[in-house]
């Protein structure tokens, strides 16, 4: 491969590196919130805009970055989503900062690392490689979480969060060594055992069983999820929703990669307990959301089941891998948009406030107390339960066909249960917010702009890609196929 075609493909991660290294000699010179925030958001802008010149390069199939990366289309539109949620976030970040956050520029930092670590993830097909990608992402979180410093729930939330990832992370390694002894590789496509023994066959299962529970422990998949609600609760909410999206999309890309690479569905009992998951993930999710009265609680609930929903297409890869990519691409965009935007809309309205407004109470009438962000929750509660003319019914139908078309009866049927129980909550959240407000009710003013504008492209985006999401599914199609899936 010639060098200067390496340098293209891997031009969108030197471009973030370089930015993070900026933003941290200008921490260290002179702490200055604005310039951090800046440079944050351009480093941002200037790595998505790097991936247009990356892809030129590409051309059809996929390139080899030493053992470690395979980067094809796929991978860069996996990165672009992380890099606008991540923008998303800076955005809302800086006024969250401004107001609430006494030392404000590390924050940044860890934005920024946390990022890189989800962009090395799409592209890994090495188990050295995930588990760089899965901690400098968790690592980077622990402390991203506990913001503000000061604060008693942000910090229990991080240390609930370092425990019990820690506890995933290390299930993950011992599974990557149980599988490297059975097949005497650490590379996705020669995971299999290689020698065909008895040995190696128990090596390569008991492996497996413990890193899919490290995997299920970084989606909050059931019963791994335990530690879900309390950490969506205690983090600041725009953390909250860059864990739920950035975080989450970022395992379940490399989880895709590796299902591909090392033909791990072909076994049937990783199918069944893959299958089993999924099915009690979508039930207990939704069953688990119904009970709650904080909106923070009630997404991380809610966020459970759409892991689950994910899954299905997971499944698809033995039968058809380019289905079931376009599946959670497509997935994994409306997800993002509809998670963010929730969370913003929380983040946005507890700026002026001691503590979060984080129960469903607290938006009791908020159409009419703050139109803006009252249309926002309402059409990002109605895109989660999967309503018509929202970009969640088109992800959730698209979901529903290529789960038919993998003969997924079981799965579709939970997957029809459990949206039918969510749609009870959701549209819960609905009806308090659309509500007239009490003549003693507080007018929320003195908002940011800069927060309720995302929040209104946020809700236009739902909105457009729902009603004609033609232009989406062409743009994933011709990406996926010219991955070569």
């Not at 955005?91 to 670590?117: D, I, M, N, Q």
């Not at 335990?226 to 490399?254: C, E, M, N, Q, R």
């Not at 199918?271 to 009630?298: E, P, W, Y």
């Not at 703050?370 to 979901?399: C, D, E, M, R």
């Amino acid at each position: 491969m010639k060098l200067a075609t390496m340098f293209q493909v891997g031009l969108p991660y030197l471009v973030l590196t370089g930015g993070l290294l900026v933003v941290m000699i200008g921490v260290a010179i002179k702490r200055t919130h604005a310039v951090a925030a800046v440079l944050t958001i351009a480093t941002l802008i200037a790595t998505t805009l790097s991936h247009i010149v990356a892809f030129s390069a590409l051309g059809d199939g996929a390139v080899q970055i030493t053992p470690l990366f395979k980067v094809d289309g796929v991978a860069y539109l996996f990165n672009i989503l992380f890099l606008l949620a991540a923008l998303v976030v800076a955005f809302f970040g800086s006024e969250f900062l401004s107001r609430r956050v006494r030392f404000k520029e590390e924050f940044y930092l860890l934005l920024l690392c946390a990022t890189l670590g989800s962009l090395v993830l799409p592209a890994a097909v090495h188990f050295a490689s995930l588990i760089l990608g899965v901690e400098i992402v968790g690592i980077s979180l622990y402390a991203m979480i506990a913001y503000p410093e000061k604060a008693r729930p942000p910090l229990e939330a991080g240390l609930k969060y370092l425990v019990l990832s820690g506890v995933g992370s290390t299930a993950l390694l011992f599974g990557m060594a149980m599988i490297y002894a059975g097949s005497g590789s650490m590379e996705f496509a020669n995971s299999l055992p290689s020698d065909g023994s008895i040995e190696g066959q128990y090596f390569y299962l008991i492996g497996n069983a413990f890193f899919w529970s490290g995997i299920a422990f970084k989606l909050s998949l059931v019963p791994f999820h335990i530690w879900t609600p309390d950490v969506y609760h205690g983090a600041p909410s725009i953390v909250t929703g860059f864990l739920a999206t950035v975080s989450k999309g970022a395992v379940f890309a490399v989880v895709f990669r590796y299902a591909i690479e090392g033909n791990v569905l072909d076994s049937g009992n990783v199918q069944f307990a893959l299958s089993i998951i999924a099915c009690v993930s979508m039930v207990i999710g939704n069953l688990l959301a119904l009970l709650q009265t904080n909106l923070k609680r009630l997404l991380a609930y809610s966020s459970i089941a759409h892991m689950g929903y994910l899954l299905i297409a997971l499944l698809l890869v033995e039968s058809n891998s380019a289905l079931g990519y376009e599946t959670v691409i497509l997935y994994l965009v409306g997800y993002f948009l509809m998670t963010l935007a929730a969370f913003g809309v929380i983040s946005v309205l507890s700026m002026n406030q001691e503590q979060e407004l984080d129960s469903i109470d607290s938006v009791s009438g908020l159409l009419w107390r703050q139109p803006i962000a009252g249309a926002v929750l309402i059409i990002s509660a109605i895109s989660l339960a999967g309503i018509p003319l929202t970009i969640g019914f088109f992800a959730k139908y698209y979901l529903f066909y290529a789960g038919i078309d993998g003969g997924m009866w079981t799965l579709i049927g939970a997957l029809v249960v459990g949206s039918a129980i969510g749609i009870y909550y959701y549209l819960r959240i609905v009806f308090t917010a659309i509500k007239r407000p009490s003549d003693d009710a507080e007018a929320m003013t003195g908002l940011p702009w800069t927060g309720l504008g995302i929040l209104a492209f946020l809700g236009l985006c739902m909105l457009a890609f729902g009603i004609y999401p033609t232009n989406l599914i062409d743009l994933i199609q011709n990406v996926v196929q010219a991955s070569g899936f």
